[in-house]
């Protein structure tokens, strides 16, 4: 797998990026809602639940008809054998109405890839998966620039537009949707948990261990590299602090690791003063919660003051556009979080994700769709694999089968299971699990780090006693 899409993939931590700024939402309720229709039928509907496998009993398959599943036939998915061809859904049947909520035209951040991913992967839902037993799934998205009256607006728009369950996308000010969204009872999928609300509801779920994943993994590793002290350093706003303290320390300490943290203003742009702190410590390790614009000067600071211990930087600072920035000798000691399959595990069922992910964003996104899109679209298609084991997609439907998800198949990721108790406090996180790599050369090489998954919900568990 090339660097790119490894970058691209390798953490949700990436709305680090969007919370550099703010903290406070902005006055204002204006929303703007997007309704995506479905595209035209190509094929005759199916009636029998959407499915990877040939349609034997129904249709033939059509063989190479240019499809993004005709490229991979018979290769193994995270949901089974990929299909010789493409089964439209039925456009004539009612749609199904998924809602989405993502921050955009904010100078605070702006997230457009997670929508355009998202549009493109109900795009090939509709066109090749076969719908949702053949019935075409309706994308109504609404976008907020960090408000949380918008927030609660566009919550609002979606209940009224029928929504069964709504995406999130990057909601820095998702405390304004959530509570509408429970009392209605309409799950939110979180592409990536940004608030602490998000990340202690019942009626959430997300397949990303975010932060806080990466923490855990990061301190499992450094322990298991013989390092007996590690430092945590993480912007000083309750997202980060508290996997960091909570999670990510509390399982060094259990480990038997000296910890020391190092919180730092969310608006710094100066980071000498915080590897000084660092490199004042005297740890083995250090973990720095930082993304975008902070990668590059952090990775040179801790070259630059001789820093000889573990270095662990979330996986949004491996894309490529940041590591050009860096020598090769400097990357080269950095290790990043991931939350895709093991490297070099050709056995993972869902080790074709990452191929077929960038075929239907080259086929169908509208816009740019890589980057942290991928989460968003990994979202999107753990929800369609739900759906399809429903005979009728309703609220209370789509919550009460997340929650009984054991080990369910995941795309680009770790098995689910959805049953608010993998990781204590955080409720909503369903595969918290990470995988550890590194960047060793200007060759695009990805050079895995961690011994498969790092089990993320077990370590916690030990740390609990």
């Not at 410590?281 to 250090?286: E, I, L, M, T």
């Given at each position: 797998m090339g660097r790119t899409a490894f970058?691209?993939?390798a953490s949700a931590a990436v709305l680090l990026a969007g919370l550099a700024a703010c903290t406070e939402g902005s006055a204002g309720t204006d929303s703007t809602v997007v309704s995506t229709s479905p595209p035209a039928a190509t094929e005759p509907a199916t009636t029998e639940p959407a499915t990877t496998e040939p349609a034997a009993?129904?249709?033939?398959?059509v063989i190479d008809d240019g499809s993004v599943l005709a490229q991979f036939a018979g290769q193994q998915w995270a949901f089974g054998t990929v299909a010789?061809?493409?089964?439209?859904?039925?456009?004539?049947?009612e749609p199904i109405v998924i809602g989405m909520i993502n921050q955009e035209n904010s100078p605070v951040g702006s997230f457009p890839e997670l929508r355009f991913a998202v549009d493109a992967a109900i795009t090939w839902i509709n066109t090749e998966l076969g719908g949702v037993n053949g019935r075409p799934i309706r994308l109504e998205t609404c976008i907020t620039s960090f408000s949380v009256e918008q927030s609660q607006a566009c919550a609002q728009e979606l209940v009224?537009?029928?929504?069964v369950a709504v995406i999130s996308g990057i909601d820095i000010t998702s405390t304004g949707s959530l509570p509408v969204l429970e009392q209605n009872g309409i799950p939110m999928i979180s592409a990536i948990p940004t608030t602490l609300a998000e990340y202690r509801s019942t009626n959430v779920f997300s397949f990303s261990g975010c932060v806080t994943g990466a923490y855990v993994a990061?301190?499992?590793d450094a322990h298991a590299k013989g390092a007996t002290s590690i430092a945590f350093a993480y912007g000083d706003f309750e997202s980060f602090s508290v996997p960091a303290t909570e999670y990510g320390a509390r399982v060094a300490e259990s480990l038997g690791m000296e910890v020391t943290l190092v919180p730092f203003p969310i608006t710094t742009t100066d980071f000498l003063p915080v590897v000084q702190s660092i490199i004042d410590?005297?740890?083995?390790?250090?973990t720095i919660g930082a993304a975008d614009t902070a990668c590059v000067p952090v990775m040179?600071?801790?070259?630059?003051?001789?820093?000889d211990g573990l270095q662990y930087l979330v996986g949004a600072c491996a894309a490529e556009e940041i590591l050009k920035q860096v020598p090769d000798d400097i990357q080269a000691g950095v290790v990043f979080n991931s939350e895709g399959p093991p490297i070099d595990d050709d056995a993972t069922p869902s080790a074709l994700d990452g191929e077929l992910f960038q075929a239907v964003i080259d086929r169908y996104a509208t816009g740019p769709g890589g980057g942290a899109g991928t989460v968003s679209f990994r979202a999107m298609l753990n929800l369609w694999s739900v759906l399809t084991t429903l005979d009728e997609p309703t609220p209370a439907g789509?919550?009460?089968a997340m929650r009984a998800t054991v080990n369910a198949p995941s795309f680009w990721g770790h098995p689910f299971t959805c049953d608010t108790k993998q990781v204590p406090g955080f409720p909503a996180l369903c595969s918290p699990q990470q995988t550890l790599f590194r960047l060793p050369d200007d060759t695009g090489t990805v050079e895995g780090v961690s011994d498969g998954w790092i089990d993320v919900p077990a370590l916690l568990a030990d740390a609990a006693g």
């Open positions: 970058g691209a993939l009993e129904t249709t033939a398959p010789d061809g493409a089964t439209a859904a039925d456009t004539s049947a009224q537009q029928g929504a990061f301190a499992a410590s005297g740890a083995d390790a250090v040179t600071i801790l070259h630059d003051f001789g820093y789509i919550a009460t």
